[in-house]
């Protein structure tokens, strides 16, 4: 039990468009869900905190206008990425957590290179 | 907060030695303890956790040992195994209760 997924596992996309990522809990209802990014041999960065049907919380530094976070249902959260720079290049990791307040539960990955 | 650095302390072991890794860790005034293994291109994985209020715990192969003093966390793992390569986390909870901030990392390389 307690399987994150994510979409797409990988994507390229030119600079200057838009990128969705989606988060989903398959088999549990998440009432948190959280973003991460991962630069090449650093450590995950917490983005931003998303509760269903309210605002995210966006962690300090990171720009709530660029990073876009919809947690519209108990098992899907989304993260889009716009007007996407060849900066923002990175492994985006979500993970969702459910009746366990401390209980974190890691999608895969989606590694996003912009070119 | 974020984690700053562009290169993972790295710790080489023999197989069936045990392991050792460290992490410090920033906010005395967080109360839980996880760590996470991650290996390449996939999300982390939960190893072990630890409250606040407690200085040992123990699983299956591996030991947390946390130190509030100083601010310390360590993983152990008994007779590591090829498949314990990997990127080593440990996060802290902070002050926000379910919001963790991860540490470097240290890269683990079992020598067969």
């Known amino acids: 039990g307690a399987v994150v997924s994510q979409h797409p596992s990988w994507v390229i996309c030119k600079s200057g468009t838009s990128v969705k990522i989606e988060c989903r809990s398959l088999d549990f209802q998440a009432t948190t869900m959280f973003w991460y990014r991962q630069f090449p041999k650093q450590s995950l960065m917490l983005m931003a905190t998303s509760n269903e049907g309210s605002k995210a919380t966006y962690e300090q530094g990171v720009e709530k206008d660029k990073f876009l976070i919809n947690h519209a249902s108990l098992t899907l959260s989304t993260l889009t990425v716009t007007s996407a720079h060849p900066e923002d290049s990175s492994f985006y990791i979500c993970s969702a957590s459910g009746r366990d307040f401390y209980e974190q539960y890691f999608g895969p990955g989606t590694r996003l290179t912009v070119t | 907060g974020e984690s700053v650095g562009l290169h993972l302390p790295t710790l080489s072991v023999q197989e069936g030695d045990n392991s050792i890794i460290n992490c410090a860790y920033s906010?005395?005034?967080?109360?839980?303890f996880i760590w996470y293994k991650q290996e390449s291109g996939k999300g982390p994985q939960f190893i072990i956790d630890i409250r606040s209020n407690m200085d040992k715990r123990q699983g299956q192969r591996v030991t947390v040992l946390l130190n509030k003093t100083v601010k310390h966390l360590s993983l152990q793992i008994a007779a590591t195994q090829p498949g314990d390569s990997a990127v080593y986390f440990c996060a802290e909870n902070g002050d926000t209760g379910n919001q963790f901030y991860f540490g470097t990392g240290t890269s683990l390389t079992v020598i067969p």
């Open positions: 906010n005395s005034a967080s109360d839980y």
